[in-house]
């Protein structure tokens, strides 16, 4: 199967007639074709947008809400095929895909599509002297860049807010998983969205990716990936002037405190630690617990991970997929050798896993629990993304706050504890953009969503998003 961009309404073949192999990280086999695409592709769709912008960033609220509704309604009605479509691609478990991934897609485009209808600016008035009040119009051609681990989710996340608030957009879904943002164009198709609104190119980063970032009249991007690549963006966007958003890396901390409800913070220290293969930038690799805690922590937590089934994504039973691709595999793979090296113990798992059958040359890694390593090793510092997480005891909250705080990333952070005071305390002290007490990955599509230090810039959701792709304009009044 080979897939096709989507420019001014159209499904197109790449200017170069170029693909490249899509795998199937459950098995290791080809199955589709990605389009090679370059900077006259990207070009093309920028050329698109341009002219659908004069009409679109026009277009009453009300009739940009509607298109938007009828692709969320589009989803919602096409659960099973993008579920099948996300879970192939990418390795997830399919059941993860049924309830949380292709269910949030619709929900991002549903939640836009009436917030725009509720967006409001500010006036201010100077008394008998002036009345100023605030527009907020469109930016124009959005470059929208999404990643591999949430390929729907986090695309819809993105083109959500900029079409609701009358940009249109260019945008890149990640070279590895495609499939859902292919079907999306069809979506969009069916759904009868204007020509050039959307336009989807695939292909490369390193072509692509940087032809969107690069291009001199796309004046805003929105990137969710690696803080590598996010300080690159960030060197060629900056001296441009363009709008940035950024949601980079996470090394999120996991304070457990003694007083917590046990059995609670187990159940979901398992979600937060192996969800989606731990291929999650919100998931809790560094699990910090109060010491007269910890041996019972340790040996609960080991015995639920050997018991985790990992498995043919397509299988109800399974609880971890595959890896999304070989490469990452062996990035995976080489951080639990340097865990080794840095002194670590492996408690469980630490090891590639090889299925039989169609399976066999598929990604799998056993989920992996670390003990005794220092706060401030490479293996405590960096981001894994993968099913590794390790566990530290800690003798007070001050400890506990340190370290939690100790790397250069800032996404994340979770506490369990039933202490009201302590809990409140440690939310204000945490160098992060998200804490969450006595809970994972709670989301309300209201609040604002992001990291500080190396962890991004800038916020994603609620009406942050539609600040991000406007500006604001103030307009002042003199009264007679």
């Known amino acids: 199967m080979k897939l096709k961009n989507y420019i001014n309404g159209k499904l197109m073949e790449p200017s170069s007639q170029r693909y490249f192999d899509n795998f199937q ?31 679109w960033s026009i277009l009453p609220k009300e009739l940009r809400s509607n298109y938007l509704l009828k692709i ?42 009436t917030g725009i209808l509720h967006y409001a600016s500010h006036a201010h008035s100077m008394e008998d002297t002036a009345i100023n009040y605030t527009l907020r119009q469109p930016v124009g051609v959005a470059g929208c860049i999404s990643p591999w681990n949430l390929p729907l989710y986090l695309f819809s996340w993105k083109i959500a807010p900029a079409l609701a608030a009358g940009c249109t957009v260019v945008a890149k879904p990640s070279e590895i998983t495609p499939m859902t943002a292919y079907l999306l164009s069809e979506i969009c198709i069916e759904a009868g969205l204007p020509d050039g609104v959307l336009n989807i190119v695939n292909g490369y980063g390193s072509k692509v990716g940087n032809a969107i970032v690069s291009h001199p009249d796309i004046p805003l991007i929105s990137f969710t990936g690696g803080t590598v690549t996010g300080k690159h963006i960030a060197s ?12 980079l890396g996470g090394k999120n901390p996991n304070l457990i405190f003694a007083d917590c409800d046990y059995d609670k913070m187990l159940h979901t220290t398992m979600l937060s630690s192996f969800a989606n293969q731990g291929q999650i930038c919100l998931c809790g690799s560094r699990i910090f617990v109060e010491r007269k805690l910890y041996e019972r922590f340790k040996n ?166 539609l600040d991000f792709f406007t500006e604001p304009k103030n307009v002042c009044i003199k009264l007679t």
Not at 28 to 53: C, M, R, T, W
């Open 72 to 113: 969320a309604h589009l989803i919602e009605s096409k659960l099973d095929q993008l579920a099948m479509a996300e879970s192939i691609d990418n390795g997830k478990p399919l059941k993860l895909a049924k309830t949380v991934d292709i269910p949030r897609a619709a929900a991002n485009f549903h939640f836009y599509a």
């Open 25 to 55: 990280p459950s098995t290791g086999k080809v199955y589709s074709q990605i389009p090679d695409s370059d900077e006259a592709d990207v070009d093309l769709a920028y050329q698109a947008a341009k002219n659908a912008f004069k009409s």
């Open 300 to 465: 609960d937590f080991v015995e639920k991970t050997k018991a985790l089934l990992v498995g043919d994504p397509l299988d109800d039973k399974t609880k971890v997929g595959a890896i999304v691709s070989k490469q990452h595999q062996e990035k995976i793979m080489s951080y639990i050798e340097l865990a080794k090296q840095e002194g670590g113990k492996i408690l469980c798992g630490g090891n590639v896993l090889k299925l039989v059958g169609n399976l066999s040359e598929g990604y799998y890694i056993e989920p992996t629990v670390i003990e005794g390593l220092p706060h401030n090793c490479r293996t405590n510092q960096e981001e894994i993304f993968g099913p590794v997480v390790t566990i530290t005891p800690f003798d007070s909250e001050a400890e506990a706050l340190s370290m939690a705080n100790s790397t250069i990333y800032g996404l994340a952070s979770i506490v369990w504890t039933e202490n009201l005071t302590r809990a409140h305390r440690l939310a204000n002290q945490l160098h992060a953009g998200i804490v969450w007490v006595n809970c994972w990955l709670l989301r309300d599509l209201r609040t604002p969503f992001g990291g500080v230090k190396a962890s991004g810039v800038g916020r994603e959701g609620g009406f942050e998003a």
């Open 236 to 247: 060629v966007a900056a001296p441009m002037f363009k709008k940035l958003s950024l949601e």
